[in-house]
T-cell receptor, first 112, second 116 residues
Framework: GENVEQHPSTLSVQEGDSAVIKCTYS??????FPWYKQELGKGPQLIID?????GEKKDQRIAVTLNKTAKHFSLHITETQPEDSAVYFC???????????FGAGTQVVVTP | DTAVSQTPKYLVTQMGNDKSIKCEQN?????MYWYKQDSKKFLKIMFS???????INETVPNRFSPKSPDKAHLNLHINSLELGDSAVYFC???????????????FGPGTRLTVL
């Protein structure tokens, strides 16, 4: 089955700096890669996703890149703000029923 | 308006008891899921239903039994609760448009289950 590894497990950044989270996946058949943000006491919320026929996608301060050959994808957050502090999860999916294999999560702390 | 709601938010119970968690979505979605998040924040899918039909059933003890009375509801019943069942359980839903490139899963607020 699919296995997703996520690094780092924790990430501390100064406000205004960039944050990068990296994930690798094992199954080359995976074709959908979402990123979820989970704030304290809440459920995860989708922030951006990318499909395997696209190499990069950007939405304001958030961007995701995908390297299918190397089987890794990354989340980039620019100009970080304190409200970006949360746990971020990458995930991968290969089937049409939406079964997501999540990474272990990255705790991001943005200090003012 | 709450899109995906779960009840209860907190559940504290003794080992051996039977308990249920309820989930409802008002998004008109076709597919609903149950996830378990352990103390290390690891999220793992347990079950998924599409239009009341079970489509994903991960390696979960048969003490866990999902039930979907209609496509807007997915409940989780747990028999003979064990200490290791303590976790946060999330319900989620999505529209069945995966092939169209749309598969956002909307998560509920979670139910924190503590087994003593």
């Amino acid at each position: 089955g699919e296995n997703v590894e996520q690094h780092p497990s924790t990430l501390s950044v100064q406000e205004g700096d960039s944050a990068v989270i990296k994930c690798t996946y094992s199954d080359s058949a995976s074709n959908y890669f979402p990123w979820y943000k989970q704030e304290l006491g809440k459920g995860p919320q989708l922030i951006i996703d990318i499909r395997s026929n696209v190499g990069e996608k950007k939405d304001q301060r958030i961007a995701v890149t995908l390297n299918k050959t190397a089987k890794h994808f990354s989340l980039h957050i620019t100009e970080t703000q304190p409200e970006d502090s949360a746990v971020y999860f990458c995930a991968a999916s290969i089937d049409s029923w939406g079964k997501l294999q999540f990474g272990a999560g990255t705790q991001v702390v943005v200090t003012p | 308006d709450t899109a995906v709601s779960q009840t209860p938010k907190y559940l504290v119970t003794q080992m051996g008891n039977d308990k249920s968690i309820k989930c409802e979505q008002n998004l008109g979605h076709d597919t609903m899921y149950w996830y378990k998040q352990d103390s290390k924040k690891f999220l793992k899918i347990m079950f998924s239903y599409n239009n009341k039909e079970l489509i994903i059933n991960e390696t979960v003890p048969n003490r866990f039994s999902p039930k979907s009375p209609d496509k807007a509801h997915l409940n989780l019943h747990i028999n003979s609760l064990e200490l290791g069942d303590s976790a946060v359980y999330f319900c989620a839903s999505s529209q069945d448009k995966f092939l169209a490139g749309i598969n956002e899963q909307f998560f509920g607020p979670g139910t924190r289950l503590t087994v003593l």
